[in-house]
């Protein structure tokens, strides 16, 4: 079983900014689009990026501008770069492996999650 495995996470002020990290356990994750997710406290989870695997990349509306997902083939890394964070990015983050379908976002192509990542973002 491949687990995935988040880093990077962190508290920061407002308008910082944090590199999140994506890894497999083992193998490697060229083969799959992947995603980033985050949930709120008190709210649903909800896609971020993706990043498939030519690789076109998708963005939630809130981050386009903000936020940069892209792998490091060499390390066998996805980084999502979130720059200008404000405090609605405090949540948990999570990567997945799947697809970038139209519904990325649902979470519904995405079949193996890490287990996240604590983001807040506060003066």
């Known amino acids: 079983q491949v687990n995935l495995l988040e880093s990077g996470g962190g508290s920061v002020q407002p308008g910082g900014s944090l590199r999140l990290s994506c890894r497999a356990s083992?193998?490697?994750?060229?083969?799959?689009?992947v995603g980033w997710f985050r949930q709120a406290p008190g709210k649903e989870r909800e896609g971020v990026s993706c990043?498939?695997?030519?690789?076109?990349?998708y963005h939630e509306d809130s981050v386009k501008g903000r936020f940069t997902i892209f792998r490091n083939s060499a390390k066998n890394l996805v980084y999502l770069q979130m720059n200008n964070l404000t405090s609605e990015d405090t949540a948990v983050y999570y990567c997945a492996t799947g697809r970038c379908w139209p519904n990325w976002a649902t979470g519904a192509p995405f079949a193996i999650w890490g287990r996240g990542t604590q983001v807040t973002v506060s003066s």
């Open positions: 083992e193998g490697t994750l060229e083969p799959y689009a």
């Open positions: 990043i498939g695997v030519f690789p076109h990349t």
